[in-house]
Nanobody, 121 residues
């Protein structure tokens, strides 16, 4: 059973920082891409950032220059460092990973349970 477990959300004042972590566990052959999405109340889920197994990254325009995604392949863990947070960053943040489970030949998308990030004074 493959799962993603997130941590690091919480309440922070505007201008503050938070670091999210997401660890993949279970029977995993390989992890292709790991990333973060977010969903604010009344809005669709949107991509925040992703990182490939080779370290290539991509960011939503709204977070460029403020958020940094990184990955520890040895720990099957992805991080999202969020700086200069704004109230509009408030959302539930979901970890996503495209993985090939052990014993499989195909890539499958997995999701974490979500972690709340609230930016408010």
């Amino acid at each position: 059973q493959v799962q993603l477990v997130e941590s690091g959300g919480g309440l922070v004042q505007p201008g503050g920082s938070l670091r999210l972590s997401c660890a993949a566990s279970g029977s995993i052959f390989t992890i292709v891409t790991m990333g973060w999405y977010r969903q604010a109340p009344g809005k669709q889920r949107e991509l925040v950032a992703f990182i490939t197994s080779g370290g290539n990254t991509n960011y939503a325009d709204s977070v460029k220059g403020r958020f940094t995604i990184s990955r520890d392949n040895a720990k099957n863990t992805v991080y999202l460092q969020m700086n200069s947070l704004k109230p509009e960053d408030t959302a539930v943040y979901y970890c996503n990973a495209d993985m090939v489970p052990g014993g499989s030949l195909y890539t499958k998308a997995y999701w974490g349970q979500g972690t709340q990030v609230t930016v408010s004074s």
